[in-house]
């Protein structure tokens, strides 16, 4: 089992920046991806980063150039930074890892962009 836990969502005005923490604990060996998903209202949880044990990482278009995802191994823990944030990032945003036990998740942690 992987225990996740998000921090750092909250309010903030377009443009402003954010960054979002997932502190991961338990069975996290052999861990082969980490990602970071959002759910707005009325939609489906899209990924919006991803970074694998490599170290490449893949974003969707929507946050391409804004939005950074990177990982600190010693603290075991993923980030992902946002800047020029938009009324349409509100969401509420999720971590993910996967390893050989399966796809583990994060509670969520609300994101709120105002215009």
């Known amino acids: 089992q992987v225990q996740l836990v998000e921090s750092g969502g909250g309010l903030v005005q377009a443009g402003g920046s954010l960054r979002l923490s997932c502190a991961a604990s338990?069975?996290?060996?052999?861990?082969?991806?980490m990602d970071w998903y959002r759910q707005a209202p009325g939609n489906q949880r899209e990924r919006v980063a991803s970074?694998?044990?490599?170290?490449?990482?893949n974003y969707a278009d929507s946050v391409k150039g804004r939005f950074t995802i990177s990982r600190d191994n010693a603290k075991n823990t993923m980030y992902l930074q946002m800047n020029s944030l938009r009324p349409e990032d509100t969401a509420v945003y999720y971590c993910?890892?996967?390893?050989?036990?399966?796809?583990?998740w994060g509670q969520g942690t609300q994101v709120t962009v105002s215009s």
């Open positions: 970074i694998i044990s490599s170290g490449n990482t």
């Open positions: 993910s890892v996967t390893n050989f036990l399966g796809q583990y």
């Open positions: 338990g069975s996290i060996f052999s861990i082969t991806a």
